[in-house]
């Protein structure tokens, strides 16, 4: 693997079955980064599980903090994040009500102060499992949440107030220029997946980057939220190279993002109370992403 390429894996921490296909890949050195669920039940077995495999790796995998509102326990007081949760504490909130929140002046610094609240919660339980620097954290979040500028000034307010050095935010763009030239892929392209690209590339180009250079922190591009779902072989070794090619030009990092990890059925607990995401847990695609990132090559 280049230094220029971040071969990563979302959902760490989700669940034991979906936990060890991602251990299988730490083991084997096919990832560079995973993306850590605090939030979760299953935190604490998780963060064991991880330290045994990072001490069997040629080099540190690392580790970004998955910040997460759309599953699972608030991980601050749930005073502290009362607009977020219900009566037992398990997250409300979805993507669209964060994007609806964003445009409401009414709403707005309410939800960024809770939001902060709960940033600030679930670095701390990362940090204080030896798992995560105070001096070096990375952030991205679950259904990239983070790219929506109402919870990325939360994310900035809570680096400020902790006065957390921060080496990396994950900068969501996925540029659909990049797949234009490959037409005998276009039937197999996701129209969902296009959109969530056109709003994440949008909020990436009038707010992200720029927020992020004035942090110190350099903005990446990143493959995988187009192919999301089904990032397979065969589409990836024809976009691959033109990312790269991109990234060298650009002098800018690389991203490759992978969902590798299959959860059985019987693991959707009550943490989990989205019946649209559950359904991509439990997807099969999941294990093509898996095989996908097992068999890449990168010279």
């Known amino acids: 693997m280049t230094d220029l390429i971040d071969i990563h894996a979302d959902d760490y921490g989700l669940s034991v079955a ?15 980064s995973i993306s850590f669920m605090t939030n979760l039940s299953r935190f604490e077995n998780a963060v064991k599980d991880f330290q045994t495999v990072q001490q069997k790796r040629s080099s540190p995998a690392l580790v970004s903090v998955h910040l997460n509102f759309v599953e699972g326990h608030c991980a601050a ?23 609806l929140w964003n445009y409401n002046p009414l709403m707005r610094n309410k939800i960024r102060k809770q939001l902060s609240a709960e940033i600030t919660a679930q670095t701390e339980r990362l940090v204080a499992s030896g798992i995560a620097d105070k001096n070096a954290l990375r952030f991205d979040s679950h259904m990239h949440t983070h790219m929506i500028p109402l919870v990325f000034d939360a994310l900035k307010d809570s680096v400020k107030t902790n006065q ?19 037409f005998s892929l276009y039937k197999t392209y996701s129209p969902i997946n296009a959109v969530k690209c056109m709003i994440l590339n949008f909020y990436s180009c009038v707010k992200i980057r720029s927020s992020l250079k004035k942090m110190s922190i350099s903005p990446s591009l990143l493959c995988g939220v187009f192919f999301s779902g089904k990032m397979n072989a ?5 976009v691959l190279p033109v990312f790269i090619k991109n990234a060298q030009n650009q002098k800018r990092g690389l991203e490759v993002l992978f969902h590798p990890c299959l959860m059985a059925k019987d693991e959707l607990t009550e943490e989990f109370n989205k019946p ?5 847990h439990i997807s099969e695609n999941r294990i093509i992403e898996y095989k996908t990132c097992k068999e890449l090559i990168l010279s």
């Open 77 to 99: 007081p749930v005073e502290c994040v009362p607009d977020l949760i219900d009566k037992n504490g398990y997250f409300t909130v979805t993507w669209e009500k964060l994007f």
């Open 18 to 32: 979906s936990d060890k296909t991602i251990l299988e890949l730490l083991e084997a050195n096919k990832l560079t």
């Open 276 to 280: 649209d995401i559950n359904e991509f």
């Open 164 to 182: 957390y050095k921060v080496s990396f935010i994950r900068n969501t763009q996925d540029p659909l220029s990049y797949y234009a030239g490959f």
């Open 234 to 238: 065969e589409r990836l070794e024809k």
